[in-house]
């Protein structure tokens, strides 16, 4: 369940410029970046086509509970964290539902609009 070798450390080590972002899930501070391969993950788990598709489908900020996990968890496994997506369910995140969707917001911040500050509204409501 817990992180491939992370365990709490300075607030402040996610690296922007690569899309990283960081949070607290399941009692440790973790990094999280949607790579290549968290994409190709959540484009097969949303069955869109393209980038631009699953660019849209967030834009949209209409995301299920079971959505937030998702991209949470391919965020988290593209930060190089060992943690499935049935193992982030039984977890944490700081701040409740309204900390999940802020990750998430600036997750795909980080991801679409890198430009963006953080927290700066990527389309994505809080719940």
Do not use: H, W, Y
Not at 49 to 75: N, P, Q, T, V, W
């Amino acid at each position: 369940m817990g992180g491939a070798g992370q365990g709490p450390a300075a607030v402040g080590r996610a690296n922007r410029r690569r899309g990283e972002v960081e949070a607290m899930i399941g009692g440790e501070r973790r990094i999280l970046c949607l790579t290549l391969g968290a994409l190709a993950e959540l484009e097969t788990a949303f069955a869109v086509d393209s980038l631009a598709e699953l660019g849209e489908r967030f834009a949209a900020g209409r995301l299920k509970a079971s959505d937030l996990l998702r991209i949470i968890g391919a965020g988290l496994r593209g930060g190089g964290n060992r943690i499935s997506d049935e193992d982030l369910a039984e977890m944490a995140v700081d701040g409740g539902l309204a900390g999940a969707a802020a990750v998430v917001r600036d997750l795909l911040v980080a991801t679409f609009a890198p430009g963006q500050a953080p927290g700066g509204g990527a389309g994505m409501r809080d719940p």
